[in-house]
């Protein structure tokens, strides 16, 4: 199988990437644009306002949202969810109490990390079942994967999956409620990026798919800039990410789904408590989120591609404005919303994120290694592995609630070693 370079994955100069599609630099910062015509983006901003209706699930358009909504954190909860990032119960009425699926305080990386699967093919997601079936897909076969006694057995591929560039089968999530269990998938189709969802039959070691049924349509795509991470928070609500898809001003579009963070009902309704009545828009202001996660508090995180000089991790309040493409990294702008950390592409381009704790877990691709973010004051990073498994895409809390499983990514170059892809178990310990 031919092979693309992932343009925010890899190690050119995203600007000059950019400028091979055609973007000139916006005016008055460096390295921007706005020109999307050339960035061969579907979906989105330029949709006609009945389709973007439709997209959204609405009877009229979304309203503007406010800049920067000065609120401190998520909605008050009260039920505990089975698992955060990963499966988790559904519930039917609003937000309930948060709560996370480890206990709090800090936690390490101890021990030698585990090989349990190898041979994968452009991996990009890792789910786990309640009743501890392991799922991950692959971007470009648009397959799921069951994990069984070390071997992997395919589960089921995913229809109208359209594999290019950055784009294809992207984040999982699962959910079960009510006596059936569904599988959540976001991929590229032949004009946009959308949300799906399927019922999943069998027991462990003998998983299958069922036919899906589409949530969420019209999210921009391109090939690059797709986001693509999902997870249930513990609200029961599913959140989604999406890129820009190299159409810039979308990300401050309030009626564009591109370069966004998406919260949505398990059926694919919009909830009744978004910070804009009528659309699924939690946060905007983003270039190329793919990572999402809970910390024992119930504090909502996503980590986020920047252009060539800051990536970053951010602290997300509902109706927060992130700054894209006006400010990247810690600008201290008026109405926007600093990130917590910012890195180097160099030390990081993240992906998947997970929480045990307190303690943050980032995967890092062009960096290839994993950082360890404890949040409190101060603030502190700390990588492991460098360079030991090449670069990270997704990295989750294992049921256990003792390691993390994370996921490699190198067979999206040419340059894969033996072996690759593999699901890691890096096995944790409360810090001293």
Request: glycine fraction near 14%; charged fraction near 20%; aromatic fraction near 4%.
């Amino acid at each position: 199988m031919s092979r693309r370079l992932d343009r925010d994955d890899g190690t050119a100069s995203r600007a000059n990437t950019d400028r091979m599609h055609g973007l000139a630099p916006r005016s008055g910062t460096a390295g921007r644009t706005t020109d999307a015509a050339s960035a061969r983006r579907r979906g989105g901003a330029g949709l006609p306002a009945a389709r973007l209706r439709r997209a959204l699930r609405l009877g009229a358009p979304a309203g503007a949202l406010v800049a920067a909504l000065a609120l401190a954190g998520c909605t008050p909860a009260s039920e505990p969810p089975a698992a955060t990032g990963g499966t988790t119960d559904a519930t039917e009425e609003g937000p309930q109490p948060t709560a996370s699926a480890a206990p709090g305080g800090s936690f390490v990386p101890s021990g030698e990390p585990e090989v349990l699967a190898e041979g994968l093919d452009v991996p990009w997601s890792v789910v786990v079942l309640d009743d501890g079936a392991t799922l991950i897909s692959e971007r470009e076969t648009a397959r799921v994967l069951e994990l069984v006694d070390g071997a992997l057995r395919e589960v089921g591929t995913v229809p109208g999956v359209r594999a290019e560039g950055e784009g294809g089968l992207m984040g999982l999530a699962a959910l079960e409620a009510g006596g059936e269990r569904w599988l959540y998938a976001m991929h590229t189709g032949a004009d946009d990026n959308r949300i799906v969802r399927m019922p999943l039959q069998g027991e462990p070691g003998a998983v299958a798919l069922g036919a899906p049924e589409e949530l969420l349509t019209g999210i921009p795509s391109s090939s690059t800039h797709n986001g693509g991470r999902l997870a249930f928070g513990p609200d029961g609500k599913l959140y989604a990410t999406t890129g820009d898809a190299q159409d810039r001003p979308s990300s401050q579009d309030a009626g564009s789904l591109g370069g966004k963070v998406l919260r949505l009902e398990p059926d694919g309704s919009v909830p009744s408590d978004n910070p804009t009545a009528g659309s699924p828009v939690y946060t905007l202001g983003h270039r190329n989120p793919q990572g999402l996660t809970w910390d024992a508090s119930g504090q909502l995180w996503a980590s986020e591609f920047g252009q060539d000089t800051w990536d970053e991790l951010n602290r997300l309040e509902p109706g927060g404005n992130y700054g894209w493409p006006e400010v990247e990294g810690q600008a201290g702008a008026e109405g926007f919303v600093d990130p917590v950390v910012q890195w180097s592409p160099a030390e990081a381009s993240p992906s998947g994120l997970a929480a045990a704790g307190d303690s943050l877990y980032l995967a890092a691709l062009r960096g290839e290694r994993l950082w360890r973010i404890e949040s409190g004051e101060p603030v502190t990073t700390e990588a492991y592995h460098a360079g030991e498994f090449g670069r990270l895409r997704d990295a989750v809390l294992a049921p256990d609630g003792a390691s993390l499983l994370v996921l490699t990514n190198n067979t999206s170059r040419d340059s894969a070693g033996p072996g690759d892809d593999r699901l890691l178990r890096i096995p944790l310990a409360p810090a001293d």
